[in-house]
């Protein structure tokens, strides 16, 4: 089986980034989740541009960026769901568990998963301030064999 990561981008489609965007409404307390807690850098921010505050955090050394921003007085997003969610594929067990370890230091507790196959291959998930699931798992989509653990407990 080949990797998913071994394929290239179509010919009529040369993407250079990607950035997923979603709205929130608790833009102080989300920013500091994941520029803080989490420690993704913050890669562009801005406050008032036409009624919009915002922020960009990204992951070092890679083309892949989350926008986050809030609009409206009150700012209205929809519901998390908890199929809703970042992924954030780790180097190895001991990157996951210092990952969990500081969530942990900040005040964060682990959520359970709706779906089994997270707890099952040993990640962890949080919620952010909006509700909004941050998975962490401790293999490399594409790369790695996804771990399975036998004992129901990550």
Known sequence: MSSPLAHTWPEHLSVGAVRFARPTARFEAVRAFYRDDLGLPVLAEWRDHA???????????SPVH???TQHGDPPRIPAPHPENQLVLYLADQ?????AVAQLRS???????AANPYWPDRGA???QDPDGWHVVLAPWIFGRDQPPV???GSP
């Open 149 to 151: 653990v036998t004992d």
């Open 94 to 98: 001991a990157a996951h568990d210092r």
């Open 106 to 112: 900040r005040g964060h507790r682990p959520v359970p």
């Open 124 to 126: 962890t998930l949080f």
């Open 51 to 61: 009624d919009y505050d915002g922020v960009v955090l990204g992951l070092p050394g």
């Open 66 to 68: 989350m926008e986050l």
